[in-house]
């Protein structure tokens, strides 16, 4: 097996620069800027701008409020635990929340909520893998690796799009 290549592209949105890493050309990283579990910039790989063009097209029409459901291949590491939250992460339908609560008992562990936060806040691919719509019990905004500020617009950009679609 030959060594993996990793690159990286740099996408402008909203929500300020974008990076996202790829593995062999498949999307394993989006990161905000100062992104609390980022990874160190030497990891990125070399930068690509045309690289991952359909993250990236995808993640414009996610922006303009046109797409609600990502169609991209994606590779993270990480332990099997983690593995199952993210994969029900992207569960979680456009434009709606569960607590983190209710997340540990869609894994089937009820009582891990803190567990289930920790590996929700270690997810590699924000936004594609929705980590932004868990929230706390009192329906708070708890953090979130971008910036909870950034959570509360993506948060908002759902709502507002998935009203004007039901509207």
Excluded at 46 to 58: C, F, K, S, V
Excluded at 156 to 162: G, N, T, V, Y
Aim: aromatic share 6%.
């Amino acid at each position: 097996m030959g060594a993996v290549t990793v690159t990286h592209t740099v996408l402008e949105s909203p929500l300020g620069p974008l990076t996202l890493r790829a593995h062999d050309g498949v999307l394993s990283g989006l990161y905000m800027t100062e992104h609390r579990h980022g990874p160190a910039a030497e990891t990125l790989g070399a930068r690509d701008d045309d690289g991952l063009p359909a993250a990236r097209e995808q993640l414009a029409a996610y922006f303009d409020g046109e797409l609600t459901d990502f169609d991209l291949a994606t590779t993270a590491g990480g332990t099997p635990f983690q593995q199952r939250v993210w994969a029900a992460l992207r569960e979680i339908p456009y434009g709606a929340t569960v607590t983190y609560g209710e997340l540990a008992a869609a894994i089937g562990q009820p009582t891990a909520v803190r567990a289930v936060g920790l590996a929700n806040g270690r997810n590699p691919i924000s936004i594609v893998v929705p980590c932004h719509r868990v929230i706390g019990s009192t329906g708070s905004l708890t953090g979130y690796g971008g910036g909870v500020e950034r959570k509360r617009a993506l948060l908002d950009l759902e709502s507002r799009s998935a009203q004007r679609r039901s509207g």
